[in-house]
């Protein structure tokens, strides 16, 4: 528990940062939410999604959802982070996509059903989301120090002395993503069992990762 929390106080700004960019994204898929949607449909972001959820309708038992759902968000995770060596761009969009994404959705239920969305966010999002939000949070937030820390050791070899120090940096980042990617594997295993059971339940999905 000591290096998992080290890991989360070492990337507090970072993961700070990438809370509000989710919340910026919910808060603009919100408010936007008829052209976002059109936009998202035409650009078949909801492929996977709807994709996912036939396969679960198809084969409605508990085993099927958690393991769609598990690895499908393992599988999101880890191109997060992955994929932020790359100036660490996507795990910003991805959160933006995300967060856009369950705006809409939030959006479209309300409108809907005639409810309040915060009653939404709460009743049908925080049950699993509680956990998966957090987890995609951290994946994103190592994504981005992964995509900080290479601009840092490419421009280290312009700078005397700096190899150095751009090596010890890479292996504080490698001491701590053990921690941090252990802790969102444990998250999503806890989000997808919750949401299994909502799902066989209620018949009804709200996931977020992917």
């Known amino acids: 528990m000591g290096r998992i929390a080290r890991a989360l106080y070492d990337e507090r700004k970072l993961i700070g940062g ?14 936007n939410a008829e052209e ?7 650009s078949g972001m909801y492929g996977a999604l709807e994709q ?3 396969r679960i309708h198809a084969n409605p038992d ?15 995770a880890v191109t997060t982070i992955g994929l932020g060596i790359f100036l660490g761009v996507y795990p910003v969009l991805m959160l933006m996509a995300n967060g856009m994404m369950l705006g809409v959705i939030l959006h479209q239920s309300a409108v809907e059903a005639g409810v309040h969305p915060l009653v939404l966010f709460v009743t049908k999002v925080l049950p699993h989301g509680i956990l998966e939000l957090p987890a995609i949070i951290i994946a994103a937030a190592y994504g981005m120090r992964l995509g900080i820390t290479f601009v840092r050791w490419l421009l280290s ?3 005397p002395g700096g ?48």
């Not at 976002?36 to 035409?42: G, L, V």
Request: cysteine-free; hydrophobic content about 65%.
């Open 163 to 210: 190899r150095a120090a751009g090596t010890r940096e890479w292996r504080r980042l490698f001491d701590r993503i053990p921690a941090a990617a252990a802790l969102v594997m444990v998250l999503l295993l806890a989000a997808a069992a919750i949401e299994a059971g909502l799902i066989i339940a209620f018949g009804s999905r709200g996931g977020v990762i992917g």
């Open 18 to 31: 990438a809370a509000l960019i989710l919340i910026a994204g919910m808060l603009i898929g919100y408010f």
């Open 62 to 76: 508990f085993l099927t959802a958690f393991g769609l759902i598990f690895f499908n968000n393992v599988r999101a």
């Open 52 to 54: 996912m959820v036939r």
């Open 157 to 159: 070899w312009f700078v």
């Open 36 to 42: 976002i949607d059109q936009a998202f449909r035409q």
